[in-house]
């Protein structure tokens, strides 16, 4: 099972909005709504941000935001700040023997 | 509070094996899917595997059937995650995390251990 398609880095300047997209295929993204989104801090335990596409867990800011659209799942983040610096990952369940799969990461810079 | 805790770092040679503990605390340990997820140096997150922790079920990435083994003692509340015949690839930082869903997976890990070192070198 290949990774999902991430892009390798983003940035913007705080106060901006900026979106990761994640894309799969119709036998992961595109077929389920099982798709989540860490926030990883070097030396740091992931953070889970967004769950089956487009909830937000308890604590996390309503800056952060997800959808889908066909294979391809997108964080969008609003109002940057400086603390949103981070490791960016996507998941998605494959349905396949390997049920769960990451994209390759993205990398955040907040200019 | 809700937490897992990871045994430390260790050093094997290849070929060797590891057993990672990951200690739950906060929580009914046998409610929830325990998910393994790997980070090598310079790269992205890789899953593992799960165990229901009632059950004992299992379900792992292709790409480790064979050689790794996930079990968990709920007397204690732990889990943990052996992987057998060691190379200098599997070097990488290994994390537990709990989903968040009661007893189902659904790939949303919301509570995750500190993460243990393992450095595989002859």
């Known amino acids: 099972q290949s990774a999902l398609t991430q892009p390798a880095s983003v940035s913007g300047s705080p106060g901006q909005s900026i979106t990761i997209s994640c894309t799969g295929t119709s036998s992961d993204v595109g077929r389920f709504n099982y798709v989540s989104w860490y926030q990883h801090h070097p030396g740091k335990a992931p953070k889970l941000m967004i769950y089956e596409v487009n909830n937000r867990p308890s604590g996390v800011s309503n800056r952060f935001s997800g959808s889908k659209s066909g294979n391809t799942a997108s964080l969008t983040i609003s109002g940057l700040q400086a603390e949103d610096e981070a490791d960016y990952y996507c998941n998605s369940y494959t349905g396949s023997s390997t049920s769960w799969v990451f994209g390759g990461g993205t990398k955040l810079t907040v200019l | 509070q809700v937490q897992l805790v990871q045994s430390g770092a260790e050093v094997k040679k290849p070929g060797a094996s590891v057993k990672v503990s990951c200690k739950a605390s906060g929580y009914t340990f046998t409610d929830y899917y325990m998910h393994w997820v790997r980070q090598a140096p310079g790269q992205g997150l890789e899953w593992m595997g799960w165990i229901n922790a009632d059950s004992g079920g299992t379900n792992y990435a292709q790409k480790f059937q064979g050689r790794v083994t996930m079990t968990r003692d709920t007397s204690i509340s732990t889990a943990y995650m052996e992987l057998s015949r060691l190379r200098s690839d599997d070097t990488a930082v290994y994390y537990c995390?709990?989903?968040?869903?009661?007893?189902?997976?659904?790939?949303?890990?919301?509570?995750w251990g500190q993460g243990t070192v393992v450095t595989v070198s002859s």
């Open positions: 995390a709990r989903d968040r869903e009661y007893s189902r997976s659904t790939g949303a890990l919301d509570i």
